[in-house]
């Protein structure tokens, strides 16, 4: 990778994102490094999301709009990785926010630490919050503190409540990985020969151990880089469905499997299968209109779960469960007092 001024792809899967997107895009070009592709995959859009684009295209020769037929966010990730030619990947969500220092302070880490791959810190917005958070996204700010994870595999798997966070201190909470690929600047190579599976809703789960298992070291920025927008219409909160939990049971499973291979307990898909086989039993006892293939699957599901969780040792099991106590309890607080509010 160049020393001075490497070049940085910015990979922006856009779906009728009409009402956000502009936010999100002028938060890419205020960006204080210069040296960047941005492009914006129309991910067969039907909304003026493919002209907005075209907008931003015609005015920036660092933009590059590739319009193409509807085949979900994988799809549209993996055209941004195949156009991609920067020395340094990273990917922003069509309705989020990029910090105007996210990539400097990033690729700062990286060359400094010569790591594989640098994330920093994420905020959490509500829609009535935008005007102000575009506002401090704009402002500068030094660089916060780097610590270096040579176990990302591990961290992933075993940092993931946020009371153990907090007891646990700052490097604790320096360790904590999600599936996410926003707020995280790659370098190029880690994505030679690796493509997310397309046509499934969970495929940064599924992503997640491959990734991670090629990284010998992370450096984490301790400084607030991004704003993750929460908004009702996202696939994140809009589609809770048989075929949504099923296929986050699916991804779990193959993560916890790839996973405890590499002599890694993957305590962070124990949560994941129990929680998900637990969404589906409820949403088939909510409705009165299921049909036999639904109850089968949930079946199967259940049954596949109790067979993986039995590749784990009873006190592996033990800890397992009071992680995902946990976090379950976590989400719920979370879902009453900061969600319900937005």
Known sequence: MPANKPLVSIIVPVYNAQRYLRHCVDSILGQSYRNLQILLIDDGATDASGRICDEYASQDVRVTVIHKPNGGIASAQNAGLDAATGDCIAFCDNDDIMHSSNVEHLLMALQRTRSDMAKGRWNQIGVSELPSTIKSASAAQKMGALTLIDDPLNAYQSVFCKTLRILGGARTEARYFNEANWCRLYR?????????????????IRMAGPLYARMKRVVDVNEVLYYWLQEPDSVTHSKRTPAFWHDNVIAAAENFEFTLKRGVVPYRNYFGLTASVRDELRGLAGNSHSRDDDRSLVQADRLGMRRMLGKMTTPQRLVGWVLASIRRAENLAYDVLIHAKR
């Open 188 to 204: 190029r190579e880690l994505w030679d020969g690796l493509r997310f599976k397309e046509g499934h809703f969970a495929q940064d």
